[in-house]
């Protein structure tokens, strides 16, 4: 039989949880997945609460998307074998009274400091098991904030290296341009 890759086993893990999550959604995170789905999971810098949050919101909510899903996991899974080298980080997980208020700003924009250390968080693999990247909160600001995808943004926070007047920059080059486009034609 044919080795799996691992966004394949990824999209498989995926789908198979959400119909165990239907048949009991009161199951732990801890204890949803088996011994060799968390040993996958730690292939790609994955916790097991992490997958779980999407199978969730999916599950509830439709949202996020399997393939959105995945793309955030390629993200995570590069940051985690090239950046991180491979090794899960030490630093204590980050937790909803760490992270900024909804109503913190940069550039007088509300909750962009929040999903900035959200997606730091997220591609050190420190977010605590309750928090979620992408949860419906970070979907709407960025999708009316430059009407960016999540695993673009956490790309975007993984390229800035911990510079965030880069991502504030590009947050607001990304406002612009919608806003252009959004805009009625000039009348003649």
């Not at 949803?32 to 919101?57: C, N, S, W």
């Not at 491979?86 to 760490?98: F, L």
């Not at 977010?127 to 695993?151: C, Q, S, V, W």
């Amino acid at each position: 039989m044919a080795r799996m890759e691992w966004n394949d086993h990824f999209i498989s893990l995926f789908r198979e949880a959400v119909e165990r999550y239907h048949l009991n959604p009161q199951t732990p995170a801890e204890q949803f997945y088996l011994p060799e789905e968390k040993d996958f999971l730690k292939t790609i810098g994955y916790q097991a609460a992490e997958m779980h949050g999407y199978v969730r919101e999916y599950a509830e909510k439709g949202a996020p998307s399997p393939s959105t899903a995945l793309l955030i996991a390629a993200v995570r899974r590069h940051y985690f074998l090239n950046a991180m080298r491979g090794m899960s980080g030490t630093a204590k997980p980050i937790t909803a009274a760490d992270l900024p208020k909804e109503t913190d700003e940069f550039q007088e924009i509300p909750y962009l400091p929040r999903i900035i250390r959200k997606a730091e968080a997220k591609l050190f693999g420190i977010l605590a098991p309750d928090i979620m990247y992408g949860d419906e909160k970070d979907r709407e600001f960025l999708r009316t904030h430059g009407n960016f995808h999540l695993a673009d943004f956490l790309q975007l926070a993984a390229a800035a290296r911990s510079d965030r007047q880069r991502l504030v920059s590009a947050v607001l080059a990304a406002m612009n341009h919608q806003q252009e486009t959004q805009a009625p034609p000039a009348a003649r």
